[in-house]
């Protein structure tokens, strides 16, 4: 069924019964007939080996309307197109204000069977065609031009298609109104489905007030010019253009469905877009997609994001697709990235019960959602219920009960990172700490917490889980801040291995699993550079807990490539490192097993391991003898009475101190500069 057979029918339609256009009251009835059979004529002329018969017609003088009835149009290959009715009421040459064909059939052949195309109504009213739209040269359509045309409505009302004996293509309506350049149209789809191979079905497609004629202007301008299609490049940057250009009220999917007989499945029970167009905020919905196929399975309940600027997001990126010969650098896309998520805007984004499977893997999301972002706006982020499996190394299971985020902009921050150099990240760190000092600047200070609760992340037989972490950070638009972590319940399995002493000390000593909380504050002041590090009592169940100070000046424009580079920094100066250690049953532990494995006492193994410390460090030329005279006495008090007892090992300089300074000191002269000393101290209770 080409294109030149479908314009006999327009012909027939426009032409054949044009005749009682232009003001059928200034025509007598014989005139009209007259009229019509020389259009007849002009149309069999027009295009050679095409019949027309029809059974009988009217031509209403008064009325403007004319009919034809069992209209039959053969062509010379044996194509029949039947209607059993076609009225028309027309305006002038080229309006139309009510037309209706009944019953269009369309046949291979004339004792063909099967009909191949059919449609039970079809109605167009106030249609009207500007010249140029349609150009037809030897009697076959070249171009026809669909801005051209307006009407007030294009209605189809069961049609069925069969190219071949394995397909078949069924639509209930398909209706269209109030085409034309700067109307906006209504489009409506119902109960559409495809059988054969593929199986394809959309109950509804509804789309309102969409500028469609201005799409097909803008679509015909593009493709007539051969070097905005002829890349992939090109062809992607026009599509990106003409869909930022497009606006709709609503744009509305139900029930859609597709299966392939020997691949995947696809389906989607509603879908919609509100409110699409460029400076406008758009709402989208999806609900309860699935996507199956042999290998992986997909379902997302839903997927929902609100007032997002999502033809301006288009704009933008059509604007970053590249020429035909260009390549872009590591650095030029990911600055492509970081400008386009920092314009955008939205007011929510959700996603609700996802889940893919793959042969014996797993991922599973309860919901995520994202509040508030764009620039100048604090944007906050939470999920629930998350977790993965994996069929390899003995089964790896990482779940995640509840994580939580809220108080940075963070839009403004990504819009930031454009400055960051992908090529050269040995400077990564300090380029981090300028822009975040940047950000804090711009948005007035940052006040950001977070959350994350009930991780667990098993292999086999080990795993490792998280109570809480909680977060607190602030930051005043000078570049003050205050941080403080919060942990409690960090839990993780002893595991066999090999070449680890520790591990294998705390298997000896029955430690199956470890459980650790603690408490981590840190504080910056930037017109003095004075850095504060404070761990409070990070406790590991039944074993002791560690307590420790760090005070420093601490430029943040010195490099942090490593601990060795800030260490020697001239500019980096100690004011005070305290660590205390204490015994919550470890030592007990290690004395019994000890005592067990040599077959000794208690006070024999204490005695054993005084004399092995002290040995090991006078052996050590960078300990001083007075320190190692010092470690020992501190060693015997506490090995002594290690529940009421704990280790403090401290440096409090007379003054700031490099590291640099020490460079070319002896050890004794280093540890007097740094006022190195350990004791033991009583636990207050």
Same mark, same amino acid.
């Given at each position: ?59 209403? &003088? ?29 305006? +002038?040459?080229? %309006? ?21 195309? *059919? ?17 037809? $040269?030897? #009697? ?57 191979? +593929?199986?394809?079905?959309?109950? @509804? ?15 015909? =301008? ?8 002829? +890349?992939? $490049? ?9 869909? @930022? ?22 389906? &989607? ?8 167009? /460029? ?54 896309? =990911? ?29 599973? /999301? ?48 990504? #819009? ?36 994350? @609760? ?18 607190? +950070? ?24 090999? #070449? ?5 000390? /705390? ?27 404070? /761990? ?5 169940? %039944? ?34 490192? @305290? ?74 300089? *007379? ?22 000393? &350990? ?7």
């Amino acid at each position: 069924m080409d294109m030149s057979k479908v314009a006999v029918i327009g012909a027939v339609v426009v032409i054949g019964l044009g005749v009682v256009g232009g003001g059928g009251y200034y025509y007598a009835s014989q005139q009209a007939e007259k009229k019509f059979q020389q259009k007849i004529e002009l149309i069999k002329n027009t295009f050679p080996g095409v019949t027309i018969t029809y059974a009988n017609h009217n031509i209403g &003088i008064f009325s403007q309307e004319a009919t034809m009835d069992k209209v039959v149009i053969k062509y010379k290959d044996g194509e029949v197109y039947t209607a059993d009715k076609v009225s028309a009421v027309m305006g +002038s040459d080229d %309006d139309i204000k009510n037309l209706k064909i009944d019953q269009l059939a369309v046949k291979e052949k004339e004792t063909a069977t099967e009909q191949l195309f *059919t449609v039970e109504h079809t109605e167009i009213a106030n249609a009207k065609a500007d010249a140029g739209w349609i150009v037809i $040269e030897s #009697g076959k359509i070249k171009k026809i031009v669909p801005s051209k045309i307006s009407f007030g409505l294009l209605n189809f009302q069961n049609l069925e298609f069969k190219p071949d004996t394995n397909t078949n293509i069924k639509v209930a309506q398909y209706q269209i109104k109030n085409y034309g350049l700067s109307q906006k149209s209504d489009m409506l789809l119902n109960n559409l489905s495809a059988t054969g191979r +593929s199986d394809f079905s959309i109950k @509804s497609f509804k789309i309102d007030q969409v500028n469609l004629a201005d799409i097909s202007k803008r679509q015909e =301008a593009f493709f007539a010019d051969r070097k905005n299609y002829r +890349s992939s $490049e090109a062809l992607n940057k026009g599509l990106l253009q003409n869909l @930022s250009m497009m606006q709709f009220g609503l744009l509305n999917i139900e029930d859609l469905q597709f299966k392939d007989k020997y691949g995947p499945a696809f389906q &989607i029970a509603h879908y919609h877009t509100k409110d699409y167009g /460029l400076d406008k905020k758009t709402d989208i919905l999806l609900q309860n997609l699935t996507v199956k196929d042999s290998r992986q399975n997909l379902s997302i309940g839903s997927f929902k994001i609100d007032q997002i600027n999502l033809a301006n997001m288009l704009k933008i990126q059509s604007e970053f697709v590249a020429n035909e010969n260009d390549r872009k650098s590591i650095n030029d896309k =990911a600055k492509e990235i970081f400008q386009l998520l920092s314009k955008m805007q939205f007011s929510l984004l959700s996603i609700d019960k996802v889940i893919v499977e793959e042969y014996k893997s797993a991922f599973k /999301l309860a919901h995520y959602q994202m509040k508030d972002y764009g620039v100048d706006r604090k944007t906050s982020q939470s999920l629930k219920d998350f977790s993965v499996v994996i069929p390899y190394f003995s089964k790896i299971v990482v779940s995640l009960a509840s994580f939580e985020s809220s108080g940075v902009d963070a839009a403004t921050f990504i #819009g930031m990172l454009e400055s960051i150099d992908l090529n050269n990240l040995d400077n990564f760190g300090k380029n981090y700490t300028n822009i975040l000092q940047d950000y804090a600047k711009k948005v007035g200070g940052i006040v950001n917490t977070g959350s994350v @609760s009930g991780l667990k992340i098993s292999f086999g037989k080990e795993f490792i889980s998280l109570g809480t972490l909680t977060t607190k +950070s602030d930051m005043t638009k000078e570049g003050n801040s205050n941080e403080t972590y919060a942990l409690d319940g960090l839990e993780f399995s002893v595991p066999d291995v090999s #070449g680890s002493d520790l591990l294998n000390a /705390l298997k000896q000593m029955g430690y199956r699993q470890v459980s650790v909380s603690g408490r981590l504050t840190m504080q910056y002041q930037m017109n003095t550079n004075f850095l504060s590090v404070s /761990l409070k009592e990070l406790t590991f169940k %039944d074993i002791g807990a560690i307590s420790a100070t760090l005070q420093a000046n601490a430029p943040l424009s010195i490099s942090y490539d490593s601990p060795e580079t800030i260490l020697t920094n001239p500019e980096v100066k100690l004011k005070e490192l @305290s660590i205390v250690m204490q015994n919550n049953g470890v030592v007990e532990r290690l004395l019994k097993s000890a005592s067990q494995e040599q077959g000794t006492t208690e006070a024999e193994v204490k005695e054993s391991i005084i004399a092995s410390v002290k040995e090991v460090a006078q052996k050590d030329k960078d300990i001083p003898a007075s320190f190692t005279e010092d470690l020992v006495k501190t060693l015997k008090a506490f090995l002594q009475n290690p529940q009421v007892t704990k280790i403090k090992l401290s440096s409090m300089p *007379t003054s700031p101190i490099s590291g640099a300074v020490l460079d070319d000191k002896s050890s004794e002269e280093q540890f007097n500069l740094l006022n190195i000393k &350990i004791q033991a101290v009583p636990i207050k209770h």
